[in-house]
């Protein structure tokens, strides 16, 4: 689902330093393309993960290769941010500070990340009304994301940040059943 990375205080307090500086800066947008395309990188390239995480490579090594590998192709910003990284043995929070930053981004554009759990597959122009429902309860562009899980027989699950909207049909059946055995006699 969206945002299953659960980021930690430390990278979301380093991502929301880089924001604001970002903001400052104009270039909010920028680094955010910078960030996610180097948390691709991390991601798709474990041996480069696992380098800037390696405790026993000095910060001077991780400083080299950045500077030849990262600092020609992200703004002064952001290198510098990266260089701050590593100064403080915080390179391997970077892919949690990608994600925190991206929340942030989301966060002040309006956008919220919405995930819908049907039974089967919905139509574009159902998935669209969803859209528009949780956009007006909301008041907020959601980015909505399906998931299909036929044990939920039909309705819908809605997760909205930490905040679950259950109206499947399984939950409605085994309300009604919960129901059904308190009120029989004894």
């Keep these: 689902m969206a945002n299953t990375t659960h980021n930690s205080p430390t990278s979301v307090t380093y991502a929301r330093s ?15 393309k910078d ?6 990188v991390l991601r798709t390239n474990p041996t480069f993960s696992a380098f800037l995480r390696d405790p026993g490579i000095s910060s001077g090594e991780r400083t ?12 002064p910003l952001l290198s510098n941010f990266l260089g701050v990284l590593n100064a403080h043995g915080r390179l391997r929070l970077l892919s949690q500070i990608a994600s925190a930053y991206s929340d942030l981004q989301d966060e002040a554009s309006g956008k919220i990340e919405v995930d819908v ?19 007006a309860a909301l008041k907020k562009e959601p980015v909505v994301h399906q998931y299909v899980d036929e044990s939920i027989i039909g309705g819908l699950l809605l997760r909205v940040e930490d ?24």
Aim: net charge positive.
């Design 18 to 32: 880089l924001f604001e500086l970002a903001q400052d800066q104009k270039l909010t947008d920028e680094i955010g």
């Design 117 to 135: 759990t049907t039974a089967k597959k919905l139509s574009p122009d159902e998935l669209e009304q969803v859209r528009l429902k949780v956009g």
């Design 163 to 186: 905040k679950l909207i259950d109206a499947s049909v399984r939950t409605q059946l085994e309300t009604m059943k919960r129901q059904l055995i308190a009120a029989r006699p004894r």
């Design 35 to 40: 960030l996610a395309g180097i948390a691709e």
């Design 64 to 75: 080299r290769v950045m500077e030849n590998v990262l600092k020609p192709n992200v703004s």
